[in-house]
């Protein structure tokens, strides 16, 4: 039996964006991929997202005071 890293409570929702919510993000704030923080595509977390180099990573958080909190990262290595 297999440890699943991403079903663990402590680890936040990771979703990879598709094409058309991928340019939505980099629209709205008006940044290039390179502009995003970075996760590495090694990263235990994506390991079952199945992707590549350039794939923007969604991280939906819990948060007491906003009740969520969104990040976006750009997948590097590979």
Same mark, same amino acid.
């Given at each position: 039996?297999?440890f699943? /890293?991403? @079903?663990?409570?402590? /680890?936040? &929702?990771?979703? &990879?964006? %598709? *094409?058309?919510?991928?340019?939505?993000?980099l629209?709205r704030y008006n940044?290039?991929?390179? @502009?995003?923080?970075?996760?590495?595509? *090694?990263d235990?977390a #994506?390991a079952?997202?199945e992707?590549?180099?350039g *794939?923007?990573?969604k991280i939906?958080r819990k948060?007491?005071s906003a009740?969520e909190? #969104?990040?976006f990262?750009?997948?590097?290595? %590979?």
């Amino acid at each position: 039996m297999a440890f699943k /890293v991403s @079903d663990h409570v402590l /680890v936040p &929702k990771h979703t &990879k964006l %598709g *094409d058309k919510e991928r340019e939505q993000v980099l629209e709205r704030y008006n940044i290039r991929p390179m @502009d995003l923080p970075k996760i590495s595509i *090694d990263d235990p977390a #994506i390991a079952t997202l199945e992707v590549k180099s350039g *794939d923007i990573i969604k991280i939906t958080r819990k948060s007491e005071s906003a009740g969520e909190a #969104i990040f976006f990262r750009v997948v590097t290595g %590979g």
